[in-house]
Every structure is written in structure tokens, then in C-alpha cells.
């Protein structure tokens, strides 16, 4: 494909990515009450690169040592951003959860900033907050406090801008995002495999019963394999601050799926939310380009 026709396709990836990752809240259920969380993100990266692998098998000629060390790079943020999250989630409700993971929209332009020397314009900052508002309305109801959970939710917060600063940066001199996006796959399931030898458990096999395994496949296929694939595809051909706004579309998308499916009922505060997520990713892909006057 042409730059054109990859610039063109980069933004519908990453509201892609956001829809299949959203639509993994209902889809999991209780997956996560089965497996021990590293055994199963091992599960699912080693899905995930295996799949990657035998597709884009014809890319490996292209493979030189130093695709190593880059995946790699990649791989760790993947894998602490993963860990951290699925860790905090069971100290902490599902709601403060996405919440305070979609705070990484506001960490990325900065640290963007701290590692690339480019500085954000307002624009970014502004849809950055905007979207944190809009995914606090969206998302948390009731009192909020912050407790152990909450914590490690906002560092795997900060790994998670990391590992969209990662995909920037060692992307860089025309290195295949694919071949890279398979080694970042296996790395992170090497040092998941690692850490569920050392710290988790190997649950009976009885436990993969065929719910179980059919939530194992949809997790490691579509939400690892695919909307990965899809991030890192379509960050290459858009800039990080705004990547990270229509990734934060995942926690509307959840939502929505919950609203669907679930009967969620539908509130002002709600809607609110929704509207200041789609006000953040105007300001973010316009930056209002068509409030301010032309001048000629």
C-alpha cells in the first residue's frame, strides 16, 4: 500500500482497535476468576505471536538481529502495562479501572515531549483533559478514592503512554511495524511464561472448560493479535497524543456494548461523557480548524 492510501487507513485501526478491546468487558466474564493473570497474558501473547508469525511469514527475510532488541523494548512495556492493570483491577472496581488507565491520554504528550523533543500544542493538552473528563463520567459513579488498586492502576497508566512512546521510537528508520509487533508478542509472552513460573500457579486442566477456552481464543486472537496489531499499525502512521484519544475509545465503547447487551440504562451523566470524549477527539484530529476564520 501506498503512504497515502496507510495514512488513510491509520485512525479507523485505532477506533478498531479501541471497538474489539470495548467489547472484550462482556466478552470475558469470568476468565479472569479462572486463570492467574500472568498465565493467562501468556496464553494470549503466545497466541498472538504464533498467529502474527504464520501469517506474515514471508516478512521474515526482512528480519535482522536488531529486531530483537527493539520487539523487545516493546515487549516489556506491554507486558508491565498488562500486568500492572490486571493486577490493580482485582484491589480496585472495574469502573475506577478504565478510568484512571485512560489517564495515559494526558501522560503521553508529555512524556512524548521528555523523549522526542516535541513539544505538544495546546490542542493535544486540551483533548487530553477533555478525554479524561469525558471517560470519568463514562465510567465512574458514586464515590471515588484511591487505594491500592487505584495505584497500580495509574503506573500501568504510565506504561501504557510508555509502550505508545516504545512503538515511536524504536519504529524509527523504516523497521517493519509487523516483524516488530511479533517479536513484541513473543518477548512479552517470555517474560509473562517467566512470571507465572516464579510468582502465579498452573491451574487443573479442567478449568479450560469450552466457555473458557472460546473467551481464551477471542481474547488472544482478536484483543491480542488483531487490535495490537492494529495499534501499532496505525500509531506508525498517526502521531502519538492523538493515538492515544481514539484508543481511550475503548472505555465507550465498553460502555456501549454494556448498553446493548446488558441494558445499562442510559443517564445525562452518561451522555455527558460521550460528549466530551467526541468534543476531545475533534479538538485532537481538527484541533477546531473550522471555528477560526480563514485568512487570505
Given at each position: 500500500m501506498t503512504e497515502k492510501q496507510m495514512r488513510s487507513m491509520a485512525k479507523p485501526m485505532l477506533v478498531g482497535a479501541a471497538l474489539i478491546w470495548g467489547s472484550s468487558f462482556f466478552m470475558m466474564k469470568?476468565?479472569?476468576?479462572?486463570?492467574?493473570?500472568?498465565?493467562?497474558?501468556?496464553?494470549?501473547?503466545?497466541?498472538?505471536?504464533?498467529?502474527?508469525?504464520?501469517?506474515?511469514?514471508?516478512?521474515?527475510r526482512d528480519f535482522t538481529p536488531d529486531y530483537l532488541w527493539r520487539g523487545s523494548v516493546m515487549g516489556a512495556f506491554l507486558f508491565l502495562a498488562y500486568t500492572v492493570q490486571t493486577f490493580g483491577i482485582r484491589y480496585t472496581t472495574p469502573s475506577n479501572n478504565a478510568f484512571l488507565t485512560a489517564v495515559y491520554c494526558v501522560i503521553v504528550p508529555f512524556l512524548y515531549w521528555a523523549v522526542m523533543g516535541r513539544r505538544p500544542d495546546r490542542y493535544h493538552i486540551l483533548s487530553?483533559?477533555?478525554?479524561?473528563?469525558?471517560?470519568?463520567?463514562?465510567?465512574?459513579?458514586?464515590?471515588?478514592?484511591?487505594?491500592l488498586g487505584d495505584s497500580l492502576t495509574l503506573v500501568g497508566a504510565f506504561f501504557y503512554a510508555g509502550h505508545i512512546i516504545a512503538v515511536e521510537k524504536v519504529s524509527e528508520g523504516g523497521k517493519d511495524i509487523y516483524?516488530?509487533?511479533i517479536v513484541q508478542f513473543g518477548s512479552a509472552a517470555v517474560f509473562c511464561w517467566v512470571g507465572n513460573a516464579l510468582f502465579g500457579s498452573f491451574p487443573p486442566l479442567e478449568v479450560f472448560t469450552p466457555s473458557i477456552l472460546g473467551q481464551l481464543a477471542y481474547l488472544a486472537v482478536m484483543c491480542t493479535g488483531a487490535a495490537?496489531?492494529?495499534?501499532?499499525?496505525?500509531?506508525?502512521?498517526?502521531?502519538?497524543?492523538?493515538?492515544?484519544?481514539?484508543?481511550?475509545?475503548?472505555?465507550?465503547?465498553?460502555?456501549?456494548?454494556?448498553?446493548?447487551?446488558?441494558?445499562?440504562?442510559?443517564?445525562?451523566?452518561?451522555?455527558?461523557?460521550?460528549?466530551?470524549?467526541?468534543?476531545?477527539?475533534?479538538?485532537?484530529?481538527?484541533?477546531?480548524?473550522?471555528?477560526?476564520?480563514?485568512?487570505?
Open positions: 469470568g476468565i479472569v476468576e479462572v486463570l492467574p493473570p500472568l498465565l493467562l497474558l501468556a496464553l494470549r501473547f503466545t497466541v498472538g505471536a504464533l498467529l502474527l508469525g504464520m501469517v506474515f511469514w514471508k516478512r521474515w487530553a483533559l477533555l478525554c479524561v473528563a469525558g471517560v470519568a463520567l463514562v465510567s465512574v459513579s458514586g464515590e471515588f478514592t484511591i487505594g516483524l516488530l509487533t495490537l496489531l492494529f495499534q501499532n499499525v496505525g500509531q506508525i502512521w498517526s502521531d502519538p497524543a492523538s493515538a492515544s484519544i481514539l484508543l481511550s475509545l475503548e472505555s465507550v465503547f465498553g460502555v456501549l456494548f454494556s448498553v446493548l447487551f446488558y441494558h445499562d440504562p442510559v443517564t445525562p451523566r452518561l451522555l455527558l461523557g460521550f460528549g466530551l470524549i467526541f468534543v476531545a477527539v475533534v479538538c485532537s484530529e481538527t484541533k477546531f480548524s473550522f471555528l477560526r476564520q480563514k485568512t487570505t
